[in-house]
């Protein structure tokens, strides 16, 4: 059975820092290219940021580039976001996603506040 679960986000001043971990369980975690996304209250799910399964070539949205760091650890099956800089924008709940081929994952989703 396939586990996705996201974990590290809470509550933080603007100006502040978060790391967000995705913890995968139950598949081939390196054959799997690995994305983050987000969806704030009354807005669509966005693509935050992505890895790839091989080589670790990374991409971000515009709103997010120079502030967050994507990366992954395949000997500890899991994936990060580390969130610098954060602004209240960036308050939402994030998603780990997981891709191989024509399967895909989604996990439960982690709140993210940004807030003085």
């Given at each position: 059975?396939?586990?996705?679960?996201?974990?590290?986000?809470g509550?933080?001043?603007?100006?502040?820092?978060l790391?967000?971990?995705?913890t995968?369980?139950g598949?081939?975690f390196?054959?799997?290219?690995?994305?983050w996304y987000?969806?704030?209250?009354?807005n669509?799910?966005?693509?935050?940021?992505?890895?790839?399964?091989?080589?670790?070539?990374?991409?971000?949205?515009?709103?997010?580039?120079g502030r967050f760091?994507?990366?992954?650890d395949?000997?500890k099956?899991t994936?990060?976001?580390?969130?610098?800089?954060?602004?209240?924008?960036?308050?939402?709940v994030?998603?780990?996603?997981?891709?191989?081929?024509?399967?895909?994952?989604?996990?439960?989703?982690?709140?993210?506040?940004?807030s003085?």
């Amino acid at each position: 059975q396939v586990h996705v679960v996201e974990s590290g986000g809470g509550l933080v001043q603007p100006g502040g820092s978060l790391r967000l971990s995705c913890t995968v369980s139950g598949l081939p975690f390196s054959n799997y290219a690995m994305r983050w996304y987000r969806q704030a209250p009354g807005n669509e799910r966005e693509l935050v940021a992505a890895i790839a399964s091989v080589g670790g070539s990374t991409n971000y949205a515009d709103s997010v580039k120079g502030r967050f760091t994507i990366s992954r650890d395949n000997a500890k099956n899991t994936m990060y976001l580390q969130m610098d800089s954060l602004k209240p924008e960036d308050t939402a709940v994030y998603y780990c996603y997981a891709k191989s081929n024509n399967v895909a994952y989604w996990g439960q989703g982690t709140q993210v506040a940004v807030s003085s």
